[in-house]
């Protein structure tokens, strides 16, 4: 039985595309309005905490971050800060892991605490990586340096974990559960 099954490969590609479709779309035109970066949390880490849930499967939120990664340098081939968010991916991917996604998603006040605290890590991350690579000195300057422009990624991550537990939770009370393949039921 393959690791990732067809469900779990259209999560993949869904959120692939969105990702890297909107955040390459409209990510620039807010920074380029407000010069905040929380539209690219936003919808990054919205839609990584719903690869995750969906697929429950180590290596989904990397794959996903990678794909979006091509697609926004297809779309803008200059927009190397967004390797910032190709590393939070898997962060994001690594850190879920860890708790176990069963328990990240077992109660619904679980899984605010857990999506929300595991966004926000994740794109302190990104904003991190940004800030020391990518972020030209006066405009780093100007949100307190590296550790600002993190900050604000941060502030990015707990909106982009928000919003991802609420969709989640909305999934879940309108009855859309995702079902656990035993191991025990492989081959069957």
Do not use: E
Not at 100 to 108: E, Q
Not at 122 to 136: K, R, W
């Amino acid at each position: 039985m393959p690791y990732f099954n067809s469900k779990d490969i259209a999560a993949i590609a869904l959120s692939a595309a969105l990702w890297g479709v909107l955040n390459a779309i409209f990510s620039p035109i807010f920074f380029r309005m407000f010069g905040l970066p929380f539209l690219c949390d936003l919808i990054g880490f919205t839609v990584l905490t719903l690869t995750v849930w969906w697929t429950r499967k180590l290596g989904a939120a990397s794959i996903v971050g990678l794909i979006a990664t091509v697609i926004n340098f297809i779309f803008n081939p200059g927009a190397t800060q967004f390797l910032g968010f190709t590393v939070a991916s898997i962060v994001f991917d690594a850190l879920s892991w860890i708790i176990r996604y069963n328990n990240a998603f077992k109660k619904s006040t679980y899984t605010f605490t857990s999506m929300t605290v595991i966004s926000t890590l994740s794109a302190t991350v990104a904003g991190f990586i940004i800030g020391t690579f990518f972020m030209a000195g006066p405009a780093l300057a100007k949100w307190g340096g590296v550790l600002g422009w993190a900050a604000l990624h941060a502030v990015g991550g707990v909106i982009g974990g928000v919003i991802g537990v609420i969709l989640v939770t909305a999934l879940i009370s309108r009855g859309i559960q995702i079902q656990m393949i035993k191991p025990s039921q492989i081959g069957k």
